[in-house]
């Protein structure tokens, strides 16, 4: 299954690995579309791939360490 969402980061999670910890520990598989991150602000849209079950708790650990997590429909990049 896969899901497309858009990350907010807090500024004290910028340069943190939490992609790759979610990936590693959810077995949830990223493939970034779209980047920007500066000293203050992070944005981020990434498609996941994984089962529905892993794609939940990877989500839902994100959205734990503070990071705002927004389900997006549709074609990333237009």
């Known amino acids: 299954m896969k899901r497309r969402v858009k990350l907010t980061f807090p500024q004290h999670l910028i ?10 520990n959810y077995d949830v598989m990223p493939n970034i579309r779209r980047a ?3 000293d ?20 839902q650990s ?13 074609d990333v990049i237009e």
Do not use: H, S, W
């Open 62 to 74: 994100l959205r734990t360490q503070g990071i705002e997590v927004e389900l997006i429909e549709g």
């Open 36 to 38: 920007r991150v500066t």
């Open 15 to 24: 340069k943190e690995p939490v992609i790759f910890t979610m990936a590693k």
């Open 40 to 59: 203050t602000a992070g944005e981020m849209v990434l498609e996941l791939d994984g089962t529905e079950e892993n794609l939940e708790k990877g989500i």
